[in-house]
């Protein structure tokens, strides 16, 4: 919840009938339905996968066939999400997560300033992220 209070400033010789100053409460918020998945890989990006359900289980979105390079490399996939809520998980198929003991890597999925999952390092065979857009 925001406060918004403005005085009013009136002409010389113009007198105000009541209050000078009025107080507006509203709320705020950032709707958003445009999501970045930025991965920044260790060198073994083809062994990740990911997917985004849906509350009924449903697969929406999906990322898969990245290939092997060594020193790792950044991967941006780009996505537009209804209203609703989802999960988001990430896999590894040798499950050392983003970890290849040279180059440690992490996911994050973000909305403009809003990031609703992110993961760095060793984080196993999976790891799952519920959230929800526009509640």
Do not use: H
């Not at 009541?18 to 507006?24: C, H, N, P, Q, V």
């Not at 260790?42 to 996968?49: L, P």
Request: hydrophobic share 35%; charged share 20%.
């Amino acid at each position: 919840a925001y406060t918004l209070v403005l005085d009013l400033v009136l002409p010389a010789g113009i007198a105000a009938v009541g209050s000078k100053t009025t107080t507006i409460n509203y709320n705020k918020y950032l709707l958003c339905n445009d999501f970045v998945l930025t991965l920044n890989e260790d060198a073994y990006a083809d062994e990740r996968s990911w997917e985004i359900t849906d509350a009924a289980g449903d697969i929406v979105e999906s990322g898969d066939g990245y290939p092997f390079v060594s020193g790792g490399q950044q991967i941006v996939e780009t996505m537009t999400l209804a209203d609703g809520c989802y999960t988001f998980t990430i896999y590894d198929s040798y499950s050392d997560g983003q970890e290849d003991g040279a180059t440690t890597g992490n996911y994050s999925l973000d909305c403009s300033i809003i990031n609703v999952a992110s993961g760095e390092g060793n984080w196993g065979a999976s790891e799952a992220t519920d959230f929800c857009v526009n509640p």
